[in-house]
C-alpha cells in the first residue's frame, strides 16, 4: 500500500501525459498488426509507424490508407485520432488545472481566471464540458458534410465518410480516404468552409473557445485569446494572399482553376500547414517559394493545449515580439497593452531553440539513413515535428530506421517542447549564485 | 560650422562604420569596373558583386578570379579584403571604445577591464597594437608559405601567391588564385596549418587575442576569452570527428586519401566553414549530411569584433546554455563560474532570431528570382550572410536579381546584427508601464 502511495507521488501529471500517449501508441500498434485490420500483411514498423502518425495527429503515412487498412482498421484509426487529438488537449488543460494549485501565485491566478476551477470536481466538470464541446461541434460538421457526401455517395458510404473526415479535421490529423487527400473538392466551398472551420477551432485550443464563450466582448478576452485571435486572422490572411500571388500562374496546381476558386484553394492550402496537413493541391507540384512559406507555417503551428502542434502561434508571436522590441531598445516588451513577463520571454525562446535542435538532429539524421533530395527530407522532418503531415511523396519510400526516426520526431512534436520541459524539470534550488559576467555576442 | 558640428553629433559610430563600409563598395565597385581591372569587360552588377564579396570578406565569385581580374584587379580586391576585415575588426573594436564611455556602468567597466582604454589618446594606441599585431601574424605566415609555395612556383609567383592568401586567410576572405580553391592541396600539413591558423586567430577576434597575451594565467582571463577559447575548440574537435567519419569513405572527397591526409583534410574542412570559405574539397561533392552539417557551421560563425561574422560563436553558446538551464529548471545559466545577464541572454536570442528571419526572407526572395534546386540556394544565403564564401557551384549562373539580394545578405551579415542594433536603436525612455500578463506557449 505504502510503495504503491510512493509510486503515485513520483508519477508526474506530464510523465502521465508522455506514458498514456506511449500506451496508445503500444495498443494502436498491436491492434493495427491484427490480420483482420489490414487487405495484406503490413510489417511491425509500418505498423507502428501508423499507430505514432495518427496518436499524434500527424496524417503521414507509408501507405495507401484505403488500399491497405480495413473498414476496422480505419476505425481504429479514428480512436486513434480522437485520443491523441481531443484527449491530449483535455488532458493537458486538465493537468494545467491541477497544477495550478501547485505552482507559483501568477500561473494560479492565470489558471484560475482562465477556467475557475480550484477542485477536483472542477476538473471533472471541465472534462464534461470539454465532452460535450467537442459532440456538439463534430455534430454540426458531420451535418454539414452529409449534405454534400450523401448526394455524391450514397447514405452509408456519404456518412461513412462525413465521420471519418469530421474526426480527422477536429482533430487535426489529415488523414482522408480519398485518394490524393482532398485535391477533387478544391474550390468546394462546403467542404474548404466546414473542414477548415473544425480544424482551426481544433487547433486554437479549449482555452481561447471557451475564454469566447464566456465573455461579452472582446476587451474582457485574456491576453492569451486576443493574441490567438488575432494571431490567427493575421498569419492566415498573409499566408493565403502569398499562396494565391505565387501560385497563380502555376498550372499544376491552382492556374487553371478559376478566380473564385483560387481564392478557395489558396485559403485552404493557406490554413492547412498549421497542423491540419490536409491538402487541396499536390504539395509536390508547388512552387518552391510556396513550399518555403509552408515549411515556416507549419513550424509555427496551431494553439498550446489544443489539437494542434508545432512551437505553437503564440510561442511564435512573442519571439517576434521580443525580438523587435529588442532592437528598438524597448526593454519590457508588450502587446495589447500588457506586459510580456521576461519568464514567458525566455520560455518562448527555449521552446524556440529546443525545436530547432530536435528538427536539425533529426534531418541529420534522416541524411544519413536516407537517399533523397535535401527539401523533401527538410520538408518530411518539420511535417513530423509539427505533425501536420503535409509530404512531399517521400514517406512511402523511407527506410525503415527513417521511420523510427520520424517516430520519435511525431512524438517529441507532440507531446511538445512545453511536456517535455515539465518531465526535464528539477525544481533545483540554487544557493549559491555566481557574479554576473559579460560576453560580447553577435 | 553649427551646421556641421550638428551633422556630426547625429553621426552615429555605428552608421559610420556602416556607410564607411558602403562607401569602400561603391569605391570598389568603381575600381573593379575600370578597363585595367579586367582582361574582358564585366557588368556593373558583377562588379558590385565582387566589391561586395571582398568588403565583407565572403569569398563568393560570380566569375573565375585569376581568368578574369588582371594583377591590379586582383590588388584591389585584396585592399578591399584587407580595409573589410581587419579594417572592421578595429573599428568595431574602437567603437566599443568610445561607447564605452557613453554607455551604462556593467558594460564601461567591461570595456575598461577588456582594453584599458579610456580617452581618445588610449583609442589611438589600440589602432597601432592593432596594426603591429595585423602586421607581425601576416608577415610570419607570409614566409612560412613561401617556403612552400616559391620551391614550386618560383620566386614572383610564389611571393605573390603567398601574400595573397596570407591576407586573404587572415581576414576570413577565402579567395583563392588557384583553380578548385586549395583542393590541390589537401593533406599538406604547412598549407592547412598556417592558413587555418590565420583565420582562426582572425576570427577569434583581437579582444581575445590580447586578452591572452596580457593574462598569465588561464584563470585570470575574461569570460569572453574562456568562452572563446574552449568554445572554438570543442566545436573544431566535434566538427572534425564528424566529417572524417561521415567522408570516409566517400571517393569524391577524402575516400581515396591516406589515413594522415583524410585527418588534415577533414580539420580543414571541419574549420574553414565558421567564416574563412577556402575549400581543400568540392564542397558539392560531400555527403548531404556533411552540407547540413556545414550549414550550422556556418551559421554559427566565428567571434565578436573578428574577422569573422555569422552569429558568433558566444551567441550560439549563450543561447544552448540558456535552453539547457531553462529546460533544467536553473533561472540563472552560469558558465565557468559566472552567472550570465539575462540582457546578455537576450541580446542573444534576438540576434539568433534576426539572423534567421534575414536568412529566411532572402532564401524566400531567392526562391521567386531563382530556378535552382533548395539545398544549394540555401547553402548560398547562409553562406552569404555568414560571409563564408563556400558554394554549391551556383554563384557564377545567379540572375543580377539574385546577385543583389545577396549583396545585401553579404551586407547585413558582415556589419552584423549588433551593427543593426546600435544603428536601430532609440533608447525610449518608457513612462508607462503596463501589467503583466500571462500567455501560454509551446
Ligand atoms: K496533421
Ligand atoms: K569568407
Given at each position: ?7 503515485r507521488?513520483?508519477f ?10 506511449l500506451f ?7 491492434l ?8 495484406k ?6 505498423a507502428?509507424?501508423?499507430?505514432t ?21 480505419e476505425?481504429?484509426?479514428l ?7 481531443v ?7 486538465a ?22 476551477y480550484?477542485?477536483?470536481?472542477g ?6 464540458e470539454i465532452?460535450?464541446?467537442?459532440i ?5 460538421a458531420?451535418?454539414?458534410l ?5 448526394p455524391?455517395?450514397g447514405?452509408?458510404?456519404?456518412m461513412?465518410?462525413s465521420v471519418?473526415?469530421v ?9 482522408s480516404?480519398?485518394?490524393d ?11 474548404t ?22 465573455k461579452?466582448s472582446?476587451q474582457?478576452?485574456?491576453?492569451h ?6 494571431g ?15 501560385e497563380?500562374?502555376?498550372e499544376?496546381?491552382i492556374?487553371s ?15 492547412t ?10 504539395v ?6 510556396s513550399l518555403?512559406?509552408t ?6 503551428g496551431?494553439?498550446?493545449a ?9 510561442t511564435?508571436?512573442i ?7 529588442y532592437?528598438?531598445?524597448i ?11 521576461s519568464?514567458?520571454?525566455f ?8 525545436s530547432s535542435?530536435i528538427?536539425f ?9 536516407e537517399?533523397?533530395p535535401?527539401?523533401?527530407l527538410?520538408?518530411e522532418t ?16 523511407i527506410?525503415?530506421a527513417g ?12 507531446i511538445?517542447p512545453?511536456?517535455?520541459?515539465f518531465l526535464?524539470i528539477?525544481?533545483k ?14
Open positions: 500500500m505504502k510503495a504503491i502511495k510512493k509510486r507521488k513520483t508526474s501529471p506530464p510523465a502521465l501525459i508522455a506514458s498514456s500517449f496508445t501508441i503500444v495498443i494502436g500498434t498491436l493495427l498488426k491484427l490480420p483482420i485490420a489490414t487487405y500483411p503490413i510489417s511491425w514498423i509500418d507502428l509507424f501508423t499507430a502518425s495518427a496518436t499524434t495527429v500527424t496524417g503521414l503515412s507509408v501507405f495507401d490508407i484505403t488500399a491497405t487498412l480495413t473498414i476496422f482498421g476505425v481504429v484509426l480512436i486513434l485520432i480522437q485520443i491523441g487529438g484527449g491530449l488537449m483535455a488532458f493537458a488543460v493537468v494545467l488545472i491541477i497544477l495550478g494549485r501547485k505552482v507559483g501565485m501568477t500561473n494560479r491566478i492565470f489558471i484560475q481566471e482562465t477556467f475557475n480550484q477542485s477536483i470536481g476538473t471533472v466538470r471541465f472534462v464534461g465532452v460535450t464541446f467537442v456538439v461541434i463534430e455534430s454540426i458531420f451535418i454539414a452529409c449534405t454534400v457526401w450523401i455524391e455517395f447514405w452509408k458510404q456519404g461513412y465518410y471519418f473526415h474526426v480527422s479535421a477536429f482533430n487535426n490529423a489529415g488523414f480516404l480519398f485518394p487527400n482532398l485535391s477533387s473538392f478544391a474550390g468546394n466551398p462546403i467542404i468552409i466546414i473542414l477548415s472551420g473544425l480544424f482551426i477551432i481544433g487547433g486554437i485550443g479549449f482555452i481561447v473557445v471557451k475564454d469566447i464563450l464566456q461579452r472582446i474582457q478576452w485574456t491576453l485569446t486576443k493574441m490567438m485571435i488575432f490567427t486572422l493575421i498569419v492566415n490572411v498573409i499566408a493565403t494572399l502569398f499562396l494565391f500571388i505565387l497563380f500562374h502555376n499544376k496546381t492556374g482553376l478559376s478566380f473564385i476558386d483560387k481564392l478557395w484553394t489558396s485559403y485552404f492550402q493557406a490554413v500547414p498549421r497542423t491540419a496537413g490536409f491538402n487541396m493541391i499536390i509536390g507540384d508547388m512552387e518552391e517559394s518555403l512559406l515549411l515556416l507555417l507549419m513550424f509555427i496551431g494553439g498550446s489544443s489539437t494542434a502542434s508545432g512551437i505553437k502561434l503564440t511564435f508571436m519571439i517576434l515580439l521580443a525580438t523587435i522590441s532592437f528598438r531598445g526593454k519590457e516588451p508588450h502587446i495589447f497593452q500588457r506586459t510580456i513577463k519568464e514567458v520571454i520560455r518562448s525562446m527555449a521552446i524556440g531553440a529546443v535542435v528538427i538532429v533529426a534531418l541529420f539524421l534522416l541524411t544519413v539513413t537517399k533523397v535535401f527539401l523533401p527538410l520538408f518539420v511535417s513530423a515535428f509539427a505533425t501536420v503531415g503535409l509530404s512531399l511523396g517521400i514517406t512511402g519510400n527506410s525503415p521511420e523510427v526516426i520520424l517516430c520519435f520526431v511525431m512524438f517529441l512534436g507532440r511538445g512545453l511536456t517535455l520541459f526535464l528539477h525544481t534550488k540554487e544557493s549559491y549564485h555566481y557574479s554576473y559576467d559579460q560576453v560580447q555576442t553577435g
